[in-house]
């Protein structure tokens, strides 16, 4: 993803005021909007907030290899997960066009379904050597997902070369009220894995793996993702954060 450097919301948006949620030690089902995360992630829910990234103005990072823009391939994958979802959960698209939303506008909307999972799907690019899935997080509510998906994602692309599971403060990864996470589904700056990307096989599987990673994330809540991440007590993403905090 060509992220517009890791921008953030100018004040704190009044959507994302405090709300009280589930403590900690509250029932495993662990629904509702809270603004810290520091909570259990989310076990029984039923509505998944699907956000392709980029869109309009915003192409994203675009491959120098096949011409495809990120903005598309995203679309592409989040309507594929969409499929892949339909029946089992209720679905919210943020944008099932091409069209811009700001990503503040992205963190209100998503907070209009407090009893949701908000995933932010991606593609990057970087350095021509890098490839493979990362996932980014930051609440500790989102931290058993996170692993799940990019469990799912590497068992479509098994690749090393890159960042992992990474835990940063974005704007949608830090912002929403609801658990959040950023998947970034492989580098488009590497030849090989940009003509994957560009394989409409290629993404179907990615969209399998990651929805087979929400429904056990709904059935089982963050059993068997590890111990749980410590509370980092830290505000939202803002302007002035600086680059890959």
């Given at each position: 993803m060509r992220f517009l450097p890791f921008l953030a919301i100018l004040a704190i948006l009044p959507a994302c005021s405090p709300v009280s949620g589930p403590s900690p030690s509250g029932s495993s089902a662990n629904l509702g909007a809270d603004y810290w995360g520091d909570r259990p992630g989310p076990k029984g829910f039923s509505t998944v907030i699907i956000d392709a990234g980029h869109g309009g103005k915003?192409?994203?990072a675009v491959s120098r290899y096949s011409g495809q823009t990120e903005k598309a391939a995203n679309l592409d994958l989040a309507k594929r997960l969409q499929s892949?979802?339909?029946?089992?959960f209720r679905t919210?698209?943020?944008r099932s066009d091409d069209r811009f939303i700001d990503l503040d506008d992205r963190v209100v909307f998503a907070n209009k379904y407090p009893d949701a999972i908000l995933v932010s799907l991606h593609f990057n690019a970087g350095s021509?050597?890098?490839?493979?899935p990362e996932t980014y997080w930051w609440r500790v509510d989102s931290h058993g997902l996170a692993t799940r998906c990019q469990q799912a994602m590497k068992s479509v692309a098994p690749y090393s070369s890159n960042a992992g599971q990474v835990r940063r403060r974005l704007r949608l990864t830090r912002n929403p009220s609801i658990p959040c996470v950023l998947l970034e589904g492989g580098y488009m700056s590497n030849p090989a894995e940009a003509a994957q990307i560009n394989s409409a096989?290629?993404?179907?599987?990615?969209a399998k793996?990651?929805?087979?990673?929400?429904?056990?994330?709904a059935a089982n809540g963050d059993a068997g993702t590890g111990p749980r991440p410590a509370f980092i007590k830290a505000p939202p993403s803002r302007p002035t954060d600086p680059a890959g905090s």
């Open positions: 915003d192409s994203g892949e979802l339909s029946g089992t919210v698209m943020m021509t050597s890098r490839r493979g096989s290629h993404r179907a599987k990615l793996a990651i929805a087979g990673a929400i429904r056990a994330q």
